[in-house]
């Protein structure tokens, strides 16, 4: 009986020391942070920009068509009428934001055990990819810098690297690439694209004014009034839109963030900035049904 004991014990002290070394190997495979929420909040800020782009398209085309009036002209060609992001500019941006959801893709796979040599070349596979792509070609020097940073860090990656060891890898580079997006997209509305669309609302705010400077000066009065409110709609878009695009830098930077917090460990760093970017989208689209909802009940 004593011996039995005395098994037991032995048996108890070899499982207890085990335990650790067992916990240590299940952590280098199963990060305890959810990374799932990074390529949907990505595939969800390519429908932002899908919606808000095709607005600012709109404007910029009305613009073009008051100035095309005044100015005479008798022949009539699609290219007197220049949108304000260009198809190749959203064309790019939805690859950029495409290759990021693929990137966020694979790490959501780091939730997975007992991959992690598969996983690194997916990784480095997409490193790969990204060095040869022209993805970022022409949308902005500090986002085509971004994305060569990143391609770079992954294609770097050791083999069979572990969940922790990717994240602090590319964090830095997913970070500078997030940042540059934003900055393209403008901290302000007389920079990036935030710019463009502000200018061309000035455009055609200004074209109301012209026209309710005439109706005044032959007191119309309900013409008058009619010009009034579509100029107060027009600056309701207008406000629309440009908060839009402030939205749309503000999630990136979130994004961008969160991929630091998951980096050192933070559980659910995903979670805010996804409802974020699905609450934005969703509202976004509400608002620019509601504006044309009312034009077309006028």
């Known amino acids: 009986m004593p011996d039995m004991i005395m098994g037991n014990a032995i048996r108890r002290g070899r499982l207890a020391a085990a335990l650790p070394l067992l916990a240590a190997a299940s952590c280098a495979t199963t990060p305890s942070t959810d990374l799932t929420g990074f ?3 990505a595939g969800g800020l390519q429908a932002d920009v899908g919606t808000t782009f095709a607005e600012a398209n709109r404007v910029a085309r009305s613009v073009e068509v008051d100035r095309f009036v005044r100015s005479g002209t008798i022949a009539l ?45 997916a990784f480095r596979q997409l ?11 022409d949308l902005d020097p500090g986002v085509s810098a971004g994305f060569a940073a990143l ?15 990717i994240l602090h890898r590319t964090d830095p580079d997913v970070r500078r690439l997030l940042v540059a997006m934003a900055d393209a997209v403008g901290s302000s509305d007389a920079e990036g694209l935030r710019g ?7 455009a055609a705010l200004t074209a109301y004014q012209r026209t309710y400077a005439v109706a005044a000066t032959e007191k119309v009065d309900a013409r008058q009034r009619q010009i009034v409110a579509d100029y107060l709609a027009g600056v309701d878009k207008r406000d629309a839109q440009l ?3 402030a939205g749309l830098r503000s999630s990136l930077l979130g994004l961008a963030d969160a991929h630091t917090a998951a980096a050192a460990g933070s559980r659910r760093p995903f979670d805010e900035v996804l409802k974020d ?18 034009g077309d009940a006028k």
Do not use: C, I, M
Request: glycine share 10%; no cysteine; aromatic share 4%.
């Open 196 to 202: 463009t669309v502000a200018s061309n609302w000035t």
């Open 39 to 41: 390529g949907r909040a």
């Open 243 to 245: 908060a839009s695009l």
């Open 277 to 294: 970017v699905n609450d934005r989208v969703v509202r976004t689209e509400a608002t620019y049904r509601a504006v044309e909802k009312a």
């Open 77 to 121: 060609s699609e290219r007197r009428f220049p949108p304000a992001v260009p198809p190749e500019v959203t064309a790019r941006w939805h690859a950029a934001l495409g290759d990021l959801a693929r990137y966020g893709n694979l790490l959501a796979t780091l939730t997975g055990a007992g991959r992690g040599g598969e996983q690194t070349d």
């Open 151 to 165: 391609a770079g860090a992954l294609v770097d990656l050791r083999a069979q690297s572990t969940a922790r060891d």
């Open 127 to 137: 490193g790969v990819q990204l060095a040869s792509g022209t993805t970022a070609a």
